[in-house]
């Protein structure tokens, strides 16, 4: 099959080897190329100004792109034009792909106080995060092309260390009421979107999180155990609480019924592997 994954970064490139290693002949599309493995095929290219008249023919595009920075600015431009310039240079090809996935995210969720969503809770973001990718997926609802909507919770893995150095250096959470979080690993986030192309008919949404719903209280506990299981000294809990999250609960029902399962079934098993391989003098 030929694929091209449009802002292909990190969780883009990881599909993508991912995808070669099936078989598939991939296309890496991104500002910087150079930056690609060798493996995938590199279109360097700015999807939000540069000409894409002469993409390539392929059966199936991915888009994963993500914001350099948090500002309304930096998510337009990934979420919202880059997506739109890219359907607009395939709609009225008679060559245009059969299916198209776009990856956003559970922010779109407005719930919080441990509520449960899946794909059909109603969707009302109050920040412009949230509205942004909501936007974007609404891109993909209108295209011309059919597409699928993946919402991944909060990505974790190599290189993505933000909550490691949170609790290491003293991060405290609630436990009264409890803060609920949900995540994914990297590489299991990269294996769902390679798994929905043996999917027949997929459907129009998925949420994708590890299915196992935690605490910030029991992950960050855990993870001070676990640091110093491995002779790292995690610094004393602050006083003053981390500032609060969304706490939702996020269910996987429809991303299961795929047949798919995460490699990293709960951030016990994620972060573990993460911890081993971590030290504070190297970040």
Same mark, same amino acid.
């Given at each position: ?18 995808? $070669? ?36 023919? $392929? ?130 986030? !990269? ?73 990293? !079934? ?18």
């Amino acid at each position: 099959m030929r694929i091209l994954i449009a802002g292909c970064g990190d969780l883009g490139t990881r599909l993508g080897s991912m995808l $070669v290693s099936l078989g598939h002949e991939v296309w890496g599309l991104r500002r910087n190329a150079e930056r690609l493995p060798s493996d995938l095929r590199p279109i360097g290219r700015d999807l939000t100004r540069d000409d894409l008249g002469d993409l390539p023919v $392929v059966d199936v595009l991915y888009y994963t792109a993500s914001a350099g920075e948090r500002t309304p600015e930096a998510y337009r431009r990934a979420y919202v034009t880059g997506i739109q310039r890219l359907v607009a240079a395939y709609a009225h090809r008679s060559d245009r792909p059969r299916h198209l996935f776009y990856t956003s995210s559970t922010g779109v969720f407005h719930q919080s106080g441990g509520a449960w969503v899946d794909e059909d809770s109603p969707c009302e973001p109050t920040g412009f995060s949230g509205r942004t990718l909501l936007e974007g997926e609404e891109v993909i609802a209108g295209a011309s092309i059919p597409g699928t909507v993946v919402r991944l919770s909060g990505i974790y893995g190599p290189g993505r260390h933000h909550l490691i150095r949170a609790v290491f250096g003293g991060a405290s959470y609630p436990s009264d009421p409890p803060l609920f979080s949900n995540r994914i690993h990297v590489d299991d986030g !990269a294996a769902f979107l390679a798994h929905l192309l043996t999917v027949n008919h997929p459907a129009s949404r998925y949420l994708c999180s590890d299915g196992e719903p935690a605490t910030m209280d029991e992950v960050a506990n855990w993870m001070r155990a676990k640091m110093r299981t491995l002779g790292l000294s995690p610094r004393s809990e602050s006083e003053n609480p981390a500032p609060g999250r969304a706490n939702r609960r996020v269910r996987t029902d429809r991303m299961r019924a795929t047949g798919f399962r995460p490699r990293f !079934a709960n951030y016990r098993e994620g972060y573990a592997a993460l911890l081993t391989q971590w030290r504070p003098d190297r970040e």
